[in-house]
């Protein structure tokens, strides 16, 4: 199995609860011994051949056209066997419920996938399942988890059913129908078109999910495919997986949602291995919040005296290698980014490094110097990524490295400014990293590395599923909030410090020269749309205006620059503030 895939799917599952949809085929009970659609009506036609003494035909399906001039379908062959929909209920039961022979071979039970979908479904993960089958598994698993499902398994049940945003329960759409209901499609003609309703219906899950297929080839339900084609594409990724090679027209389906064909061994394997990843992930977490308090409680004794320096130094470089071993584990850089990929490998490098960014904070806020300026070896090493032979990337998918090492540099950032530890920040801020870094074999500034956007925005804004002119200072912003959550009264007063820091950050990027190219540049961010928003609707009173405006006013007393910032020298703050107002005024997005 393609296990790096598979892992990509777990993270993605776990950190997007509930957004993804499953499209499920005859592959994923066929373990369990039940027939394809297309073998039941072979089976019922060689019934229907019995009663008239015919036997021994290679192709049930033609010899039904020659007989009776037109394709068999279930409705057809059920009216020639059967009269009462309770005899055609009872004649179908035969293929979908086991005999007691069949019970006790283990036959027409549900399998091990459908128990670790169940699982899944239960703990939340999955809230909608679309099945070509016309079988009763998935109900059963589901109801051995005490949940029972709503089922929709004809268009005329659409009006019926309650919303699936606001059902409780997992809803299964059984798109072909179910054998109980026998009103079934499965000829080419009921496959290649499907009513109105059940387009739009089914349509609007492609848009709203994600889509994990599993036991469908795409081969034979031209009609769905369709309708995944004619669907606008989910914020959120597709993963096609298929046993062996995957068919042309799911090829075409996969390139076309922008999707992920995964090679598996089989659904039970899928399932199951994808279950236990979600809740290792699951218990992780959960096992980080019970160990939290704690460790805080550990690093704020660390803080309080000298006596402890060596035990601070070697709890930091614990964590620091821990984050660096997680994110070396999944450094892997040869495949297109997709949204889904990003979210990924964010949660994986967020997850990574919040220790530190919280052990971080408190440095800031209660540390001496050494405290906060041993985070800079932390921030250089996860900045490396060392060359081994055969390694390759494609373009774009090598600034993933950077993502958790981006996220602990802001938060250092922020606190740096909430507590005024200048002095500090600017150490780190000077620092630079070796060859050997994610951008390739030359030494970088840690500020180049970190503070530059690397992705432009369009990019950003597809693989965030956000539409931002700065799209990074709102994903910054957003993924550190929580931890800043105790140091401010209110949210405005973090994004207030978040754009204060943000610019300086702008700033010290112009003076220390961390541009690449001759030619003057700094990063930009929202900073430059809110400044213009404070000064106008909150008339300047606002904590990111005032401290921009001491700096004219103070001068070389201004707290950054007494500190060490800019030289320590106004005349260097103005410089390059001017250089980058031009460049702003000459940049900025609107």
């Known amino acids: 199995?393609?296990?790096?895939?598979?892992?990509?799917?777990?993270?993605?599952?776990?950190?997007?609860?509930?957004?993804?949809?499953?499209?499920?085929?005859?592959?994923?009970?066929?373990?369990?011994?039940?027939?394809?659609?297309?073998?039941?009506?072979?089976?019922?036609?060689?019934?229907?051949?019995?009663?008239?003494?015919?036997?021994?035909?290679?192709?049930?399906?033609?010899?039904?056209?020659?007989?009776?001039?037109?394709?068999?379908?279930?409705?057809?062959?059920?009216?020639?066997?059967?009269?009462?929909?309770?005899?055609?209920?009872?004649?179908?039961?035969?293929?979908?419920?086991?005999?007691?022979?069949?019970?006790?071979?283990?036959?027409?039970?549900?399998?091990?996938?459908?128990?670790?979908?169940?699982?899944?479904?239960?703990?939340?993960?999955?809230?909608?399942?679309?099945?070509?089958?016309?079988?009763?598994?998935?109900?059963?698993?589901?109801?051995?988890?005490?949940?029972?499902?709503?089922?929709?398994?004809?268009?005329?049940?659409?009006?019926?059913?309650?919303?699936?945003?606001?059902?409780?329960?997992?809803?299964?759409?059984?798109?072909?129908?179910?054998?109980?209901?026998?009103?079934?499609?499965?000829?080419?003609?009921?496959?290649?078109?499907?009513?109105?309703?059940?387009?739009?219906?089914?349509?609007?899950?492609?848009?709203?999910?994600?889509?994990?297929?599993?036991?469908?080839?795409?081969?034979?339900?031209?009609?769905?495919?369709?309708?995944?084609?004619?669907?606008?594409?989910?914020?959120?990724?597709?993963?096609?997986?298929?046993?062996?090679?995957?068919?042309?027209?799911?090829?075409?389906?996969?390139?076309?949602?922008?999707?992920?064909?995964?090679?598996?061994?089989?659904?039970?394997?899928?399932?199951?291995?994808?279950?236990?990843?979600?809740?290792?992930?699951?218990?992780?977490?959960?096992?980080?919040?019970?160990?939290?308090?704690?460790?805080m409680s550990r690093v704020k004794k660390h803080l309080s005296s000298e006596q402890y320096n060596i035990d601070y130094s070697d709890l930091i470089e614990k964590f620091g290698t821990e984050a660096y071993d997680k994110i070396m584990a999944k450094a892997y850089y040869n495949f297109t980014i997709t949204p889904e990929q990003f979210s990924a490998y964010f949660e994986l490098h967020h997850n990574a490094v919040k220790p530190l960014i919280d052990i971080a904070i408190l440095a800031a806020r209660w540390g001496k110097v050494h405290h906060i300026e041993a985070f800079g070896d932390i921030l250089v090493k996860l900045c490396t990524k060392p060359i081994k032979n055969g390694d390759s990337y494609i373009d774009g998918t090598q600034y993933l490295h950077a993502l958790g090492a981006t996220l602990l540099l802001n938060a250092i950032g922020i606190a740096c400014v909430k507590y005024k530890r200048y002095t500090e920040l600017t150490k780190i801020l000077k620092l630079s990293v070796p060859a050997g870094n994610f951008m390739g074999f030359h030494r970088e500034s840690l500020l180049y590395l970190l503070g530059s956007i690397h992705w432009d925005y369009n990019t950003l804004n597809r693989l965030a599923g956000t539409n931002y002119y700065y799209p990074w200072s709102f994903i910054l912003i957003e993924k550190l909030r929580s931890h800043f959550k105790g140091c401010f009264t209110v949210d405005s007063e973090y994004e207030n410090i978040f754009y204060i820091w943000e610019h300086l950050k702008s700033l010290i990027y112009g003076y220390n020269q961390c541009y690449i190219l001759r030619e003057f540049n700094v990063p930009m961010g929202q900073f430059l749309r809110s400044r213009n928003e404070y000064k106008i609707r909150y008339n300047g009173e606002e904590p990111y205006t005032v401290f921009f405006e001491n700096a004219d006013k103070m001068k070389d007393e201004w707290e950054p620059i007494k500190q060490g910032m800019f030289g320590g020298r106004y005349e260097e703050y103005k410089k390059v503030s001017d250089q980058a107002e031009e460049f702003y005024m000459k940049y900025m997005r609107y």
């Not at 059967?82 to 007691?100: A, H, I, N, S, Y």
């Not at 398994?153 to 019926?160: F, Q």
């Open 1 to 295: 199995m393609g296990i790096e895939r598979l892992t990509t799917l777990a993270f993605s599952m776990y950190s997007n609860k509930g957004a993804y949809a499953l499209l499920l085929g005859a592959g994923i009970s066929r373990s369990a011994h039940i027939p394809s659609g297309w073998e039941v009506e072979n089976m019922l036609i060689e019934q229907l051949a019995a009663t008239q003494s015919v036997a021994d035909i290679e192709d049930w399906h033609q010899w039904y056209k020659d007989k009776y001039g037109d394709s068999a379908t279930y409705s057809s062959l059920l009216e020639e066997l059967v009269k009462e929909p309770t005899e055609r209920v009872q004649l179908m039961r035969g293929f979908f419920e086991p005999t007691d022979e069949e019970r006790e071979l283990g036959w027409k039970k549900p399998t091990k996938a459908h128990k670790a979908i169940a699982k899944l479904a239960k703990e939340g993960y999955i809230r909608v399942i679309l099945t070509t089958n016309f079988d009763r598994l998935l109900e059963r698993a589901l109801e051995a988890e005490d949940i029972i499902p709503q089922v929709i398994c004809h268009e005329n049940d659409i009006e019926k059913s309650t919303p699936i945003v606001h059902g409780k329960n997992v809803t299964i759409i059984k798109i072909n129908g179910d054998y109980i209901d026998c009103r079934f499609r499965n000829t080419t003609e009921e496959l290649d078109n499907y009513p109105e309703a059940m387009k739009n219906f089914v349509s609007r899950i492609f848009e709203d999910y994600g889509l994990i297929t599993c036991g469908w080839s795409a081969t034979w339900d031209k009609g769905l495919v369709d309708i995944v084609n004619g669907s606008s594409s989910s914020r959120y990724n597709s993963f096609f997986t298929n046993v062996g090679e995957a068919s042309d027209v799911m090829k075409a389906l996969a390139a076309s949602r922008r999707g992920e064909i995964m090679l598996i061994k089989g659904a039970d394997d899928l399932f199951t291995e994808l279950h236990e990843q979600v809740v290792a992930l699951e218990q992780n977490n959960t096992s980080r919040r019970l160990n939290y308090d704690v460790m």
